[in-house]
């Protein structure tokens, strides 16, 4: 069974970072582009950031361009996502995603939504 699991969320002060891995199990997901959604209180899922299955290309939300950075290390089935300068308006769960199409979909349509999700991992940031 595919499975993806979060960790490294938290509570951070604002300006301050944090990094997000998510590990992969159950199934292998090098040929899957891997990336991060994440929802606020009272809000829909949205898109952060996704990498494709190679790392060749990485596609980040206009709100955290600057500021986090997507990679992925294949030989462990784990994607990461570094936050840096973080503010109050980051403070969501953040979701661990992979899917088998185009990654720039997920980035630029926000009615498609990926296929495996992980649990999601909670990042609040204190002003």
């Known amino acids: 069974q595919a499975q993806l699991v979060e960790s490294g969320g938290g509570l951070v002060q604002a300006g301050g970072s944090l990094r997000l891995s998510c590990a992969a199990s159950g199934r292998t997901f090098r040929s899957y582009a891997m990336g991060w959604f994440r929802q606020a209180p009272g809000k829909e899922r949205e898109f952060v950031a996704i990498?494709?299955?190679?790392?060749?290309?990485?596609y980040h939300a206009d709100s955290v361009k600057g500021r986090f950075t997507i990679s992925r290390d294949n030989a462990k089935n784990t994607v990461y996502l570094q936050m840096d300068s973080l503010k109050p308006e980051d403070t969501a769960v953040y979701y661990c995603i992979a899917d088998s199409r185009a990654p720039f979909l997920f980035a630029s349509v926000s009615s498609i939504l990926p296929t495996y999700w992980g649990q999601g991992t909670q990042v609040t940031v204190s002003s």
């Open positions: 990498i494709t299955s190679s790392g060749g290309s990485t």
